[in-house]
């Protein structure tokens, strides 16, 4: 599918509503994507990649975080990967009574969701929204870097990787155990013959 072609060509231009995505309790964009409150946070976060919620392709990460909007659910961010298709065919969104601005939507290259949108045109109070790539968090997921916890049991950190040295030295071990083992079987044999005679 190419980048400049109209892959909304489909899709209605009067009730579209990829972007009503108002919560009627709105409690923090951080928390709903990372699991933790803004309050909470600190400068040690883990860095936390940004996929689509569809077809896991990777559309970004928290070191291009330009912001959220709350009240919308939406993030911001600089920049995106190559996954995230911006089209060229802009439209009118009136954002809130009274707001009309232009945007152009974003698009997963993988399954052709739209995430979100680019708003080309704003009213002013609504500039610092201008130029930001402006995620829907209803069609991503995130995953914080660091936060995996299952490890296999047996050695840890500690165990050293089999190579060919150390595995042509446990097979010498084995086969001196094997004819030590052999011995010992041979000499008992020789004790209890000498018993019974």
């Not at 909470?40 to 896991?56: H, L, T």
């Not at 109070?125 to 490890?151: N, P, W």
């Not at 094997?178 to 041979?186: I, N, P, T, W």
């Amino acid at each position: 599918m190419a980048t400049g072609g109209n892959f909304l060509a489909n899709s209605p231009k009067k009730g579209y509503d990829a972007y009503e995505t108002y919560i009627e309790d709105p409690s923090s964009v951080e928390e709903k994507l990372f699991g933790h409150s803004a309050e909470e946070s600190d400068d040690k976060d883990a860095p936390a990649v940004f996929f689509c919620d569809k077809c896991k392709l990777p559309v970004g990460d928290s070191l291009s975080w330009d912001g959220s909007d709350d009240k919308r659910n939406h993030i911001h961010l600089k920049r995106v990967t190559e996954n995230v298709l911006v089209s060229k065919d802009a439209r009118l969104h009136e954002d809130s009574k009274g707001s009309p601005c232009i945007i152009v939507d974003l698009v997963c290259r993988g399954c052709q969701t739209v995430l979100g949108m680019i708003y080309k045109s704003t009213p002013i109070s609504m500039d610092h929204k201008r130029y930001t790539f402006c995620f829907m968090v209803a069609k991503i997921g995130s995953y914080e870097l660091g936060t995996a916890s299952q490890m296999l049991s047996g050695g840890g950190a500690n165990r050293q990787p089999v190579t060919l040295e150390v595995r042509d030295d446990v097979e010498r071990q084995l086969t001196e155990m094997k004819m030590m083992v052999l011995s010992m079987a041979r000499h008992l044999e020789e004790l209890e013959v000498k018993d019974k005679a």
